[in-house]
T-cell receptor, first 114, second 115 residues
Framework: QQQVKQSPQSLIVQKGGISIINCAYENTAFDYFPWYQQFPGKGPALLIAIRPDVSEKKEGRFTISFNKSAKQFSLHIMDSQPGDSATYFCAATKRGSTLGRLYFGRGTQLTVWP | NAGVTQTPKFRVLKTGQSMTLLCAQDMNHEYMYWYRQDPGMGLRLIHYSVGEGTTAKGEVPDGYNVSRLKKQNFLLGLESAAPSQTSVYFC??????????????FGDGTRLSIL
């Protein structure tokens, strides 16, 4: 059973446009939601993260929107650039857990055309 | 600052052969993880360790074994490789869980093909 569902699988955006990636979860025990960015040939790296006590977190051109009642969260990339072309993974975890396990979505391959 | 280092970077095996993937981290992290990444499947947890000498099964542990004899190293073994194990393998480490200001740090992966 997939704990975190991510869509779309791939996304093509023109330079300067807005990229939007959506994720949904079922487990209400999750209380930390990071996004990881992965460039070809590299491992994923933490991009931005949010806790459910806030509805939005912004870091530069990257914004996470969080809807606790709908159990959904999304990544918005404003003014998308070719350098943003990468695979993005949403994830979820329960901070109090001793396992520290991250449950990942299946990823979205973003291509930004110049 | 090396972070998480995986060796080898590429490997081709024949069905039935065995091999060990090595992960080393220099950040004094307690937790270490092995994932596999397949197209359209995201990152799936194979095994993990919450400290030296301890290991546990993740989501897809069958066909793999692990050992954590030293805090900085986490080894992933394939005893009898199968074509279904063709994948990109990632090792990650974190101080505790992958949350808050203690994210999981990933290596650059090992690309394994099994013929």
């Amino acid at each position: 059973q997939q704990q975190v569902k991510q869509s779309p699988q791939s996304l093509i955006v023109q330079k300067g446009g807005i990229s939007i990636i959506n994720c949904a979860y079922e487990n209400t025990a999750f209380d930390y939601f990071p996004w990881y960015q992965q460039f070809p040939g590299k491992g994923p790296a933490l991009l931005i993260a949010i806790r459910p006590d806030v509805s939005e977190k912004k870091e530069g051109r990257f914004t996470i929107s969080f809807n606790k009642s709908a159990k959904q969260f999304s990544l918005h990339i404003m003014d998308s650039q070719p350098g943003d072309s990468a695979t993005y993974f949403c994830a979820a975890t329960k901070r109090g857990s001793t396992l520290g396990r991250l449950y990942f979505g299946r990823g979205t391959q973003l291509t930004v055309w110049p | 600052n090396a972070g998480v280092t995986q060796t080898p970077k590429f490997r081709v095996l024949k069905t039935g052969q065995s091999m060990t993937l090595l992960c080393a981290q220099d950040m004094n992290h307690e937790y270490m993880y092995w994932y596999r990444q397949d197209p359209g499947m995201g990152l799936r947890l194979i095994h993990y360790s919450v400290g030296e000498g301890t290991t546990a099964k993740g989501e897809v542990p069958d066909g793999y074994n692990v050992s954590r004899l030293k805090k900085q190293n986490f080894l992933l073994g394939l005893e009898s490789a199968a074509p279904s194990q063709t994948s990109v393998y990632f090792c990650a480490s974190s101080y505790r869980g992958g949350y808050s200001n203690q994210p999981q740090h990933f290596g650059d992966g090992t690309r394994l093909s099994i013929l």
